[in-house]
């Protein structure tokens, strides 16, 4: 178990609709991650929090946003969804940088 | 920008043979290196780190060593077993820009066979 838990474990929806994502990172951990898996792409860097503040962003689409609470939990949202958007989405977080990053379990979002 | 090229699998051995998985880099400054790992319907998890030139990571019986001069990050084993069937993930951190995000290679399958 890292510490990092996300939910939901599983979704699956329809396309041109609206998800949100969940992520409590480990105690103490004040940098949050978000990363996208697919088969075609890989592990993909989607965007970074660090105590409630956007750090840098990657690859992250305009229909997609994320923000970090003052409690340090995250969520990313996902709207107007398409077939391609259905991946593996992990949260990680960590200490500090260039430590290592821990990962949560990740939510499989199919999009059908 | 930095980038992380690992060798394509997927890799498949017997119980006890010698894995080598290769992983080379391209950065600028000094990243640290990670080999993550990924269980079957798991997250990843990290298994070895390396933070500078020379340093050797070491885990459960993996170890990769972080060379400057060639600019690899080799995962290394003696003698895998069935448990170690996984996808292996080379890693850099990449801290341009004030992030500190992690820039992945595209995975290896390991099957160990019994």
């Known amino acids: 178990d890292s510490g990092v838990t996300q939910t939901p474990k599983h979704l699956i929806t329809a396309t041109g609709q609206r998800v949100t994502l969940r992520c409590s990172p480990r105690s103490g951990d004040l940098s949050v991650y978000w990363y996208q898996q697919s088969l075609d792409q890989g592990l993909q860097f989607l965007i970074q929090y660090y105590n409630g503040e956007e750090r840098a962003k990657g690859n992250i689409l305009e229909r997609f946003s994320a923000q970090q609470f003052p409690d340090l939990h995250s969520e990313l949202n996902l709207s107007s969804l398409e077939l391609g958007d259905s991946a593996l989405y992990f949260c990680?977080?960590?200490?500090?940088?260039?430590?290592?990053?821990?990962f949560g379990q990740g939510t499989r979002l199919t999009v059908v | 920008g930095n980038s992380v090229t690992q060798m394509e699998g997927p890799v498949t051995l017997s119980e006890e043979a010698f894995l080598t998985i290769n992983c080379t880099y391209t950065?600028?400054?000094?990243?640290?290196l990670f080999w993550y790992v990924q269980y079957p319907g798991e997250g990843l998890q990290l298994l070895l780190k390396a933070t500078k030139a020379d340093d050797k990571g070491s885990n459960k019986g993996f170890e990769a060593t972080y060379r400057k001069e060639t600019t690899s990050f080799h995962l290394e084993k003696g003698s895998v077993q069935v448990s170690d069937s996984a996808v292996y993930f080379c890693?850099?951190?990449?801290?341009?820009?004030?992030?500190?995000?992690?820039?992945f290679g595209k995975g290896t399958k390991l099957t160990v066979n019994p």
């Open positions: 950065a600028t400054g000094y990243p640290s």
């Open positions: 990680a977080s960590s200490v500090a940088p260039n430590t290592e990053a821990f």
């Open positions: 890693a850099l951190s990449d801290t341009q820009g004030g992030s500190e995000k992690l820039v």
